[in-house]
């Protein structure tokens, strides 16, 4: 399969712990990016990368959050102190940067904080 | 608030009519738009997109339709299957940024 994937796929965890999660996007993909996704709600935007440079972050973003692309390939995405409100499915996207370039998603993380 | 949004949040149809889901925006300077189909447990999928200088687009068994003028878009989905049962939602791209309406769940009854 040579599609975005995403690991673990679900996550209990329990308040004030501290999650990962890890995006491979797809391999020539320059650009990846994180989404947020309630019970009932479209995805909304989190940050994005080109190549290994964080160009942009949401104001939905937290100090709690922070994404990593290090060598521009894979990403992680890190909760620390979770809260109850962070239960979500965390998407991740791929595309090539060229305008309107397509972002392909993988099938997300859903994270459950109890 | 929501750039994008849609008209109903459920839509049920006969397999094998035509169905019809709509979604308005609010930014009259939106130039390209995206339509993500989602089934459960998975991430959405692009299914067709359109600019701002058409005002149609066809794929296979769906056509997008833009009325610049009040600022709408739908999605066609033709002899729908009981595989389109999924949510849809519409999306507006700003270059790298997709941000999405709350979706229509379509549901296809045998």
């Known amino acids: 399969d040579t599609g975005v994937s995403q690991n673990p796929r679900h996550k209990i965890t329990k308040r004030g712990q501290n999650v990962t999660f890890r995006c491979d996007p797809i391999s020539e993909h320059n650009r990846l990016y994180w989404y947020r996704q309630t019970l009932g709600q479209g995805p909304e935007f989190l940050t994005y990368?080109?190549?290994?440079?964080?160009?942009?972050k949401s104001r939905l973003l937290s100090d709690r959050f922070s994404a990593e692309r290090p060598k521009g390939s894979f990403s992680t995405l890190e909760i620390q102190r979770t809260e109850q409100g962070d239960s979500a499915m965390y998407l991740c996207?791929?595309?090539?940067?060229?305008?309107?370039?397509?972002?392909?998603f993988g099938p997300g993380t859903r994270l459950t904080v109890t | 608030g929501e750039s994008v949004g849609l008209h109903l949040p459920t839509l049920s149809v006969q397999e094998g009519d035509n169905s019809i889901i709509n979604c308005a925006y609010s930014?009259?300077?939106?130039?390209?738009f995206i339509w993500y189909k989602q089934e459960s447990g998975k991430g959405p999928q692009f299914i067709i997109d359109i600019r701002s200088n058409m005002d149609k687009r066809q794929g296979q068994r769906v056509t997008v339709l833009l009325n610049k003028t009040v600022k709408h878009l739908s999605l066609q989905i033709a002899a729908t299957q009981p595989g389109d049962s999924a949510v849809y939602f519409c999306?507006?791209?700003?270059?790298?940024?997709?941000?999405f309406g709350a979706g229509t769940t379509v549901t296809v009854r045998a």
């Open positions: 999306a507006e791209n700003n270059d790298y940024k997709l941000s």
């Open positions: 990368f080109q190549n290994e440079a964080q160009l942009e």
């Open positions: 930014n009259s300077a939106s130039d390209y």
């Open positions: 996207a791929s595309s090539l940067s060229l305008q309107g370039g397509e972002q392909y």
